[in-house]
C-alpha cells in the first residue's frame, strides 16, 4: 500500500531530490552568497517535509497494522470485553493518529498552486453595523490567531483600528511558515453572524456581517517591482487598546500606492497602515513588505485571470461574496456555503478548528480543476 501512495505523492523522486540538494550544501562555495544560500535551504526543508511527513503517516499505519493483530489474538471474539480493553483504546487512539497524517498529506497534496507555499497576510474588516460588527470582526480576528497558533504558526497583529466602544473597525495579521497561505485562502469572502446581540437591550436576534481578505506574504526569494514614484508615506501616533500608551511620536506608518493594472490600464490606492511597534524605521519596512506582498497577489491574479479565460471557466467563488454562516441563536450551525460544509460545534470553529472548512474548500476547488 505504501510503495503506491510513495508513488502518489513521488516520494521517491523527492527523497532523490533531497540527498541531491543535501549534497550541494556540503559544497565550500556555498555559503558565498548567503541569501542564495537560504532561499536554497528553504527549498531543501520543504522537499525534506514531505519525505519526513510520508514516513510519520507510514510508521503509524505500520502500528496500526501490528496492534490490530496484537489486539485480535489477545481479545479473540469476546466483543463486550473487546471495546473497554487497554488494548481496544491504543487501537483507536493509533487510528486516529494514522488517520490524521494520512488526511494531512492529502491535504497538502492539493497546495500546488503558485504561492501556496508562501506565509499568509490576513485582513478582516467590519461591515455595516457598528458595534455589533466590530465585535463580530474581534471575535472572527481571535479566530484566526487560535488557528494559527494550533497549527504552529507565527502569528502576529501587524494593525488593528479598534472600535468607538467595542470590537474592532479592522485588523491585520501576518502568518509566517510554510503553507500558511495554501489554507486561508479558503478564508476569502464575507462571513456572516447571527446571534442575540449583547449589545441590543431587547434581546433581538441580529444579523452582522464581516468581511475577510487573504494574501500570500512574500519573502526575499520573491523580487516585486516597486516604482518608487508612486509611494507617498504619512506618520501618525499609534495608540493601544481603549487609548493606553499613546505614543508621544508618530511610530504609525500609512502608505498609499498607485497600481495601475498592465491590462487594462485601470488604477487604485493601496493603503496599508503598520503599528506593529514602535520604531516607525521599522514599521515602515514591514509597511513595504506588505505591499510588496498585495502586488504579488494582483499578479498572481491578473495570471489566473488570463487563465480562466483561455480554459472558458471563471473562479467560482470570487472576493466580496459570503462564505459561511455562523448561527449562535436559535439553534448552534456553522455552515460553508460553497461546500456545504456544516458543524454544530461552533465554539471549537470560534476556538479556531477551521481545518475541517479549508479541506473540503481545497477538495472542491481540486476536484473542479481535475473536471474542468
Known sequence: MWKRWGGVFDIPGKREQAAALQKKTEAPEFWNDPKAAEAF???LGSIKSWVTSFDKA??????LDVLYDFARESLGDDADDAASSPESQELDETYSKAMKEVEDLELKNMLGSEGDNLGAILTINSGAGGTESNDWSSMLMRMYIRWGERNGYKVTVTDM???DEAGIKSATIEFEGEYAYGYLKAENGVHRLVRISPFNAQGKRQTTFSSVFVYPLVDDTIEVVVDPSKVSWDTFRAGGHGGQNVNKVESGVRLRYMYKDPDTGEEQEILIENTETRDQPKNREKAMLLLKSRLYDLEMKR??????E???????IEWGSQIRSYVLHPYKMVSDLRTGLKTADTQGVLDGDLNQFMKAYLMQQGNGAKSG
Open 41 to 43: 535551504l528553504k527549498n
Open 58 to 63: 507510514a510508521t503509524d499505519v505500520d502500528d
Open 161 to 163: 483600528q479598534e472600535g
Open 303 to 308: 495570471r489566473q485571470a488570463k487563465k480562466d
Open 310 to 316: 483561455i480554459e472558458g471557466q471563471k473562479m467560482k
